[in-house]
């Protein structure tokens, strides 16, 4: 466009003014610091022009839109203080810190917040901003206040058998699946009594190297395909060494595949010790993330012994025998 040919003539400009200026030694006399100034003051008198401009433009574009998408930093940062829109939509409302919510309300006549409060919360560094409640989003704020709410209970990602468990944990039994029945949608595949042992990694994450051995014969026994099948794990160093063995296939963390899904998942769990540690596992928010990625085939791998010590996932496995879907990995050797 004519915009983008003038932005980028300034920036070439600019750009050789400033090498100029630089072509000047220490040891030079008046005329030549002089010149050295003007350059500089010509470079950043172009850079304001810049500046400027995008600014024309940027306003003159939100002008002309019916629809603006940004992120809400990205939002709050275009200086809309002057726009009034009819409707704000927030999506993955769940995950949106409050400060950030405040920030771009504002903008609009009335605001829609999209999103699920049972799945991963606001992600915050900060243990201050944790203790403070900024770890509770705008959308769970708006539950305790009771604004009014509507449950999108029609569930288009999974047949039945995978919605079950989570739509009885979290949803209370309010969801219905639009996909059919499908029977062996759901395996769990038992490492108790193997030598599956959770290890420490170089990062001080977890791993379990003989799981990954097992999901390499899960993957050859049921021929999976890595364009249709997505491997993930809470801990990166498990995920770290999954991508070692598995270059094919797309792996990821949980927090990372928020969002995403795929035919066929395979959650490799990674805690086995004789404590009954679960660690990431014992966020079951986290949880409902993971068993809920799939369309066709979940796969979960884990220690029932260390799993069995929680009731969420003794509940878990109850569902999984109820569904026929339990295997010990001894079937896999």
């Given at each position: 466009s004519k915009d983008a040919v003038t932005l980028k003539k300034w920036k070439i400009q600019a750009e050789e003014l400033r090498k100029m200026s630089h072509q000047y030694k220490r040891n030079f006399g008046k005329d030549e610091r002089d010149q050295r100034n003007l350059l500089r003051k010509e470079v950043q008198r172009i850079r304001k022009d810049i500046r400027d401009f995008c600014n024309q433009v940027e306003t003159s574009w939100i002008e002309k839109a019916h629809v603006i998408l940004g992120t809400p930093v990205g939002i709050a940062d275009l200086n809309l203080d002057y726009f009034h829109f009819d409707h704000l939509i927030i999506d993955e409302g769940s995950q949106l810190l409050e400060p950030l919510f405040w920030g771009i309300l504002p903008f609009a006549k009335q605001v829609v917040i999209a999103g699920d409060p049972?799945?991963?919360?606001p992600t915050l560094l900060s243990q201050n901003a944790q203790k403070g409640a900024l770890g509770l989003s705008i959308m769970e704020r708006a539950f305790k206040n009771k604004v009014d709410h509507s449950l999108l209970n029609i569930q288009y990602r999974m047949p039945p058998e995978l919605i079950h468990f989570s739509n009885k944990e979290f949803y209370d039994n309010q969801l219905i699946s639009h996909i059919e029945s499908s029977e062996g949608a759901l395996c769990f595949y038992d490492t108790t009594g193997t030598e599956a042992e959770e290890q420490a990694g170089e990062s001080g994450s977890?791993?379990?190297?003989?799981?990954?051995?097992?999901?390499a014969k899960i993957i050859q026994n049921l021929n999976l395909h890595s364009i249709s099948t997505t491997i993930i794990s809470p801990y990166s160093a498990q995920v770290d060494l999954l991508k070692s063995q598995f270059?094919?296939?797309k792996i990821s963390t949980i927090d990372s595949f928020q969002g995403q899904e795929n035919d066929v998942i395979i959650f490799s769990t990674v805690r086995s010790n004789s404590d009954g540690n679960l660690g990431f596992l014992k966020d079951y928010r986290r949880m409902n993330v993971g068993l809920t990625r799939a369309k066709k085939k979940m796969i979960v791998i884990g220690d029932s012994a260390t799993?069995?010590?929680?009731l969420f996932f003794t509940r878990f496995m109850e569902n999984v025998e109820q569904l026929n879907g339990y295997h010990s990995c001894y079937e896999l050797i």
């Open positions: 049972f799945q991963l919360p977890l791993c379990n190297p003989i799981e990954v051995e097992f999901i270059p094919d296939f799993l069995g010590s929680d």
